[in-house]
T-cell receptor
Framework: QKEVEQNSGPLSVPEGAIASLNCTYS??????FFWYRQYSGKSPELIMF????GDKEDGRFTAQLNKASQYVSLLIRDSQPSDSATYLC????????????FGTGTRLLVSP | KAGVTQTPRYLIKTRGQQVTLSCSPI?????VSWYQQTPGQGLQFLFE???????NKGNFPGRFSGRQFSNSRSEMNVSTLELGDSALYLC???????????????FGSGTQLSVL
């Protein structure tokens, strides 16, 4: 079992729709969770982080965390073609650890 | 504030050679992490340095090594290169503390290594 699992996609949504990206993790001791966006040929860019169960909103992005189910999701509202990228879920395994484990990413395609 | 700087941007080497990659973190960041990214495996953690000490290590062979200097700049070395080492090597810096914003990683543009 992979430590962090994501559907590779591609996930195709029309412009203006809500894109829902999902991630599961295996280590129950994981403490912090991150979503990175990576455009083709570019390096990953942090877009959201979450530590507590529940929802965290930042503009068009909402991160959701359910530690009991070991599940993290990212919702992108009003999706734009510029959101087309690979979204990487990353999990830090505990306080004091600087060792983010990344999923292989979900490719999102937003069509005009 | 300048971002994370990695040099060189591209490298072409042959099997058996060694290579050194360089990373300058964001000013004030004391932690530097290195990742290998390939299409098949995604981002794989190599190691992390904090205040000149290796604090965490991934599951890579001993051919992969690194170090950090007193100014937080870091280098990564790969000896006896193999074809499978061809990848994008990403450096990321953070404040390096526990919890909160201290854990956020900021990535450099990477070094694309090709081993022929």
């Amino acid at each position: 079992q992979k430590e962090v699992e994501q559907n590779s996609g591609p996930l195709s949504v029309p412009e203006g729709a809500i894109a829902s990206l999902n991630c599961t993790y295996s280590d129950r001791g994981s403490q912090s969770f991150f979503w990175y966006r990576q455009y083709s040929g570019k390096s990953p860019e942090l877009i959201m982080f979450i530590y507590s169960n529940g929802d965290k909103e930042d503009g068009r992005f909402t991160a959701q965390l359910n530690k009991a189910s070991q599940y993290v999701s990212l919702l992108i509202r009003d999706s734009q073609p510029s959101d087309s990228a690979t979204y990487l879920c990353a999990v830090n395994k505990g306080t004091g650890f600087q060792k983010l484990v990344f999923g292989t990413g979900t490719r999102l395609l937003v069509s005009p | 504030k300048a971002g994370v700087t990695q040099t060189p941007r591209y490298l072409i080497k042959t099997r058996g050679q060694q290579v050194t990659l360089s990373c300058s973190p964001i000013s004030g960041h004391r932690s530097v992490s290195w990742y290998q990214q390939t299409p098949g495996q995604g981002l794989q953690f190599l190691f992390e340095y904090f205040s000149e000490t290796q604090r965490n290590k991934g599951n890579f062979p001993g051919r992969f090594s690194g170090r950090q200097f007193s100014n937080s700049r870091s280098e990564m070395n790969v000896s006896t290169l193999e074809l499978g080492d061809s990848a994008l090597y990403l450096c990321a810096s953070s404040l390096g503390g526990t919890g909160g914003a201290d854990e956020k990683l900021f990535f450099g543009s990477g070094t694309q290594l090709s081993v022929l």
